[in-house]
């Protein structure tokens, strides 16, 4: 289906690499995709001369008729989507994948772990336990990145933590900004914490690496591999 841009803007300032918001909504007359998701999946996003792309959906399921993503500038649609103004179109597809169901996990604390763009579809998971907050218990979120620059939806930590969303923020290296919080990889600081596995289930989204090396850690602090979770 053909769905439009309504919203782009720069969503971090590290000098690397181009880091921006973008809000899609539907074209009037076209058929409308399906908002209520499950948070954590995503969409496969085409334009004419480029390969499809792959963007976690980084908005919350019912939230509204439209769909945020994170996008990382890379080469092909990524960047063709950076790029875009305003009004222009793109093919959407989906969404799809297994994503993170919230439903069957009404009850237990909710442990998010997620570096980069990995923040992405952990914002739909926040978004959406928020809604029903009364039904959940602890949430906690580590966030990992490389430098401060590069932290995305910062201007919402304020509204996480008020959702009662312990945010827990590492960076690789602090590049001479201000910074107060953990330095080091982000299972670093999960170990540091040391989350309780009773009643938790733990919802990672990363690099391989990252990914493996966090779910032996959890595994190590007593989690059960049915309760550390991907969203692939």
């Not at 996990?105 to 809604?131: C, E, Y």
């Not at 602890?138 to 401060?148: D, E, K, Q």
Request: aromatic residues 8%; negative net charge.
């Amino acid at each position: 289906m053909r769905m439009r841009i309504t919203e782009s803007r720069r969503q971090a300032a590290p000098e690397d690499v181009e880091l921006r918001y973008v809000r899609l909504e539907p074209v009037a007359g076209e058929p409308s995709p399906n908002f209520d998701f499950i948070p954590g999946q995503f969409l496969v996003i085409t334009r004419a001369g480029h390969k499809p792309g792959y963007f976690a959906i980084a908005s919350a399921p019912g939230e509204g008729d439209y769909f945020d993503l994170l996008i990382r500038r890379g080469q092909g649609i990524s960047a063709t989507l950076c790029e875009m103004e305003i009004g222009a179109d793109v093919e959407v597809s989906g969404p799809q994948g297994k994503g993170f169901p919230l439903e069957p996990h009404r009850g237990k604390n909710l442990l998010l772990i997620g570096v980069g763009t990995g923040i992405a579809p952990l914002r739909s998971v926040i978004r959406a336990a928020a809604k029903d907050r009364d039904r959940f218990g602890r949430i906690m979120c580590f966030y990992g990145v490389l430098t401060p620059r590069h932290l995305c939806f910062h201007d919402e930590l304020r509204d996480w933590s008020e959702w009662g969303v312990e945010t827990f923020l590492t960076v690789t290296d602090p590049a001479d900004q201000p910074w107060h919080s953990h330095i080091g990889l982000v299972q670093q600081q999960v170990a540091r914490v040391g989350p309780s596995a009773k009643e938790t289930v733990a919802m990672l989204v990363g690099m391989p690496e990252m990914i493996r090396e966090n779910t032996e850690l959890l595994r190590r602090l007593g989690f059960l591999p049915d309760s550390i979770l991907l969203n692939y």
